[in-house]
């Protein structure tokens, strides 16, 4: 059965068999943006703003394909802008990541404290 099949009279628009998100981390990006707002610091204006200055810069790919490293780029950009987290902090937080995930065996879930170079 395929979607609009599934979703009876309501069915889904022709071509929304593709997921929303190519990628896991992109939904990631989107929940924490509408988390954050729900918790109210940023209102929705904020945030349009901040999305729209980051999809017209210089460089952005005219088919879309990069709208959600974007999306992160106007996230982290509104957060920095606000004094939330520091553009320096969500750079070292995010190798310090990269080091978990490196250093985490294959099957077992990442753990930031799976950092070697972890403090504590």
Do not use: C
Request: no cysteine; aromatic share 8%.
């Amino acid at each position: 059965m395929n979607r609009p099949e599934a979703n009876g009279a309501a069915g889904l628009p022709a071509g929304l068999d593709a997921p929303v998100f190519a990628e896991p981390w992109q939904a990631e990006a989107f929940a924490m943006t509408v988390a954050l707002h729900d918790k109210g610091l940023f209102s929705w204006s904020e945030w349009a703003q901040a999305l729209s200055a980051e999809v017209k810069k210089p460089g952005a790919g005219a088919d879309g394909h990069d709208y959600y490293e974007h999306w992160l780029a106007a996230l982290e950009a509104l957060l920095a802008s606000k004094g939330l987290a520091a553009k320096p902090d969500v750079d070292a937080m995010a190798r310090a990541w990269e080091r978990a995930a490196h250093a985490t065996p294959h099957g077992k879930p990442i753990l930031l404290e799976n950092d070697p170079h972890a403090v504590g």
